[in-house]
């Protein structure tokens, strides 16, 4: 919610994510505001900016950040009342159909100069066919950057047990079925995809990228390197572990000195084993990973290579 000074202060690439509620670069109505987009687009260390049109998680419902947690730096940074419920929408009044989608990226690619996605949990795959022809019709210039897709098994400790549990496609399905759209329609070396959803170990990570995935997304990995016991109160300003709270007296318990320490241990590590896995399956690094260089064991107890599970489509 917001580009911070923390998140500047360690001089790291970022991605800023525009969420329905636009913290940060919103007007006090919650409207766009290419003013505070200009601001967080001078920042060299925001690479580009993803507009998130819903995460695994919660595919089709919005948020509530409660007032206990709308602290006077919290709403200076997101640019809404201090001590005050804050609403996130389900959606983005302004994108009711893929013209209006396309017209926003295009619209904060203008007003940054920087690279513009979106980020979005698939079910059905009939609205990426009309998307992809749409593209095509009007001409790859329109198309967004990269596509992040966020596979149902993302996580929050603050979402509605029904949509955790029985929406979106899981990633395993979704991943390839993106991919393999990309391919059909000629889009695929225009537009980066980006993997994400419960993508925690290096296995996973390597999977990602035979399917196809530029580059993976992660939070709950580093979440749990924090200390993250999946205690489910998010929501109630009562985390144990003091991550996802303001209160003092659980703050107690997150020392940043010492847990970004096992953040950025996880990270390297996870970059490393990847890194091992790579030259094992016969490729020089991991972006040569191919669905042919991986195999699952099936139901019938025998494995099959990703390439003869999911064949690619010819490209259009």
Known sequence: GGLAPWHLEGGCDLVFQIGTAKYGVRHPDGSLSAARLKEVAAHDTVRMFEIKLSQGAKP?????????KVTEEIARIRGIPIHQDSLSPNRHPEIRGNAELLEMIARVREITGKPVGFKVVLGGQGWLDELFAEIVRRGSEWAPDFITVDGAEGGSGAAPQPLMDAMGLP???????LVDKLVQYG???????????RLITPIGVAWALCMGADFVA????PMFALGCIQAMRCHRNTCPTGITTHDPRFQQGLDPELKSL????????????VGMIAPS???REPRELRRRH???????????????????????
């Open 294 to 316: 991986c195999r699952v064991v099936t139901g019938d107890g025998r494995s099959r290579s990703l390439e003869e599970l999911f064949p690619q489509p010819h490209s259009g």
């Open 171 to 177: 990633l395993r399905e979704a991943l390839p079925l």
């Open 187 to 197: 889009l695929r070396e225009r537009v980066r995809v980006v993997a994400s959803g």
């Open 262 to 273: 096992w953040v950025a241990n996880y990270l390297r590590r996870v970059a490393h084993e």
């Open 218 to 221: 992660s939070a709950r990995g």
């Open 281 to 283: 399956c016969g490729v």
């Open 60 to 68: 089709g419902k919005g948020g509530i950040l409660p007032a206990a």
